[in-house]
């Protein structure tokens, strides 16, 4: 085996001969996910919640009986707990080794909207570790567990509930907040300085008064993931958000909600994962590629790697395939291919975002055969000027961005990339690409090594892109 760089158990492995043949044809080691990347398999018993005193009212809350029917699988060795037909209340759902969460068709688990009935864990917020609210359903150090059916997860997040905790953001008002209510402001600018002064995570308590959101579904440290088939809307804060996990499968998910940071999903120093089959239809990023944030990213030093995705349709969201902005740790090896991508509200379809206070490295991004109706912004963007910009000591470095057969309706610009003075966006290489809809020049600033391999633009073949 061959191990690359990377900080403990997350290394990226890969057999010897993917490794070597991703040199001379990078989509080997893509063919290599795939065939590595395998969904758990669970003993034939199954554990439905309503022997256990789960009601399917809408009313009556059913957290008890759900970990009940959760602990019980896993004493028996695992299997399946059945979410049978009917709208459950829930609060937190932790689920262990082994366990299959199973919702059936016309099921639906209902998130309860009190913040009391989410536990404080170990968990990450924006990046950094800390003490806070339970994610709606998540599992610490497990192995072998999933999230699958033809069932809904509903966050029941509104302007009332949840989203009104963000608060004003970039001069807007809106999400229900209004001046004078509370709001994560303050919170958040106390955890990114507690981990600036590295104080120890069991030290940065938050939860009650605090405005933090928690995430919908999130496994940390977990290995061999499955999330399949479920609709996930109306999400408190990011939907699927994978954390040092190994082994990860996400597939046919439908992911819906348009409130503030209602990121699709969102590996954050995750090795090996598979997206397929899915639909995102977001308030924020559709997939965004993470590995931590400033001190606390650097401080554990693990990047997202191993990462394809594919036959996914993208609707509504600031990018479609996203690398950043938490990305400290880094990331590398993550592919794209054979996607849709179409609305006037879709900013961006392939997006990187980092700044000097980030750092990073990030190589090695493959992308083939997309389809892009329409997107608001540019068909691509490599963004060092993210939030604080310049405004920091650690380089941002992309490198090695390869698009192939991208073809796009309506792109207004093709090419959106701005690194910084000293930190260069280097090689980027656009083949076979098709950009209709152009209506404003592209930006190239501190860009070194655009390649342009037969690329039309507004019909017309183009040696080199218009800009400003």
């Given amino acids: 085996m061959l191990r690359f760089a990377g900080a403990g158990a997350a290394a990226g492995l ?46 009556s809350l059913a957290t008890a009986a759900i970990a009940a ?6 004493k028996a060795g695992g299997g399946r707990v059945l979410v049978p037909a009917g ?25 309860s909207t009190d913040p009391a009935d989410y536990p404080m864990v170990f968990t990450r917020w924006e990046g950094i570790e800390l003490i806070n609210y339970s994610p709606f359903v998540y599992a610490f150090g497990q192995k072998n567990i999933a999230i699958t059916g033809r069932g809904t997860l509903d966050g029941q997040a509104d302007a009332r509930h949840w989203w009104a905790w963000k ?15 509370p709001d994560q402001r303050k919170a958040r600018a ?25 995430s919908f579904v999130q496994p940390y440290r977990c290995e061999n993931v499955l999330i399949e088939g479920v609709r996930l809307i109306r999400s408190p804060f990011w939907n699927i958000h994978p954390v040092l996990c190994r082994n990860v499968m996400l597939r046919n998910v439908h992911v819906e909600g348009h409130g503030p940071n209602n990121d699709g999903c969102d590996p954050e120093s995750v090795d090996h994962m598979l997206i397929e089959g899915c639909t995102f239809d977001t308030g924020d990023d559709c997939i965004a590629v993470n590995s931590g944030r400033n001190a606390d990213g650097r401080r554990l030093a693990v990047p997202s790697q191993n990462i394809l995705v ?22 590398r090896w993550v592919f794209a291919e054979n996607c849709r991508m179409d609305s006037p509200d879709l900013w961006y379809a392939i997006r990187f975002k980092n700044n000097a206070l980030r750092g990073g490295l990030l190589e090695n991004f493959y992308y083939r055969d997309l389809q892009v109706g329409r997107v608001g912004r540019a068909a691509i963007t490599c963004d060092f000027n993210y939030e604080e910009g310049g405004r920091g000591a650690f380089k941002p470095i992309l490198r090695n961005v390869v698009v192939e057969r991208l073809r796009a309706d309506s792109a207004v610009r093709v090419l959106d990339s701005q690194g910084l003075p000293g930190a260069p966006v280097e090689g980027i290489t656009l083949r076979d690409c098709d950009f209709g809809g152009v209506t404003q020049p592209s930006i190239v600033r501190y860009t070194e090594g655009l390649r342009l391999d037969n690329v039309r633009v507004n019909g017309r073949r183009v040696e080199r892109l218009e800009t400003v």
């Fill in 14 to 59: 890969l057999p010897l001969r993917a490794a070597l043949a991703a040199e001379s044809d990078p989509w080997s080691r893509a063919r290599a996910i795939a065939a590595a990347v395998r969904p758990p398999v669970f003993a034939a018993r199954t554990f439905d919640i309503v022997r256990y005193g789960a009601r399917g009212d809408g009313r």
């Fill in 69 to 74: 029917a959760i602990d019980a699988c896993a």
């Fill in 87 to 111: 709208r459950f209340l829930t609060g937190a759902v932790h689920l262990r080794s082994n366990v299959e969460l199973h919702l059936a068709e016309g099921a639906t688990l209902a998130f």
């Fill in 167 to 181: 608060g004003p953001w970039g001069g807007t008002i809106d999400h229900g907040w209004r001046e004078g209510m």
């Fill in 190 to 214: 106390i955890l990114f300085q507690m981990a600036e002064d590295g104080v120890p995570v069991e030290r940065r308590r938050f939860g009650d008064g605090h405005f933090l959101r928690p």
């Fill in 310 to 331: 594919r036959g996914c349709h993208m609707k509504e969201g600031h990018g479609g395939v996203v690398v950043g902005s938490q990305i400290s740790g880094g990331a």
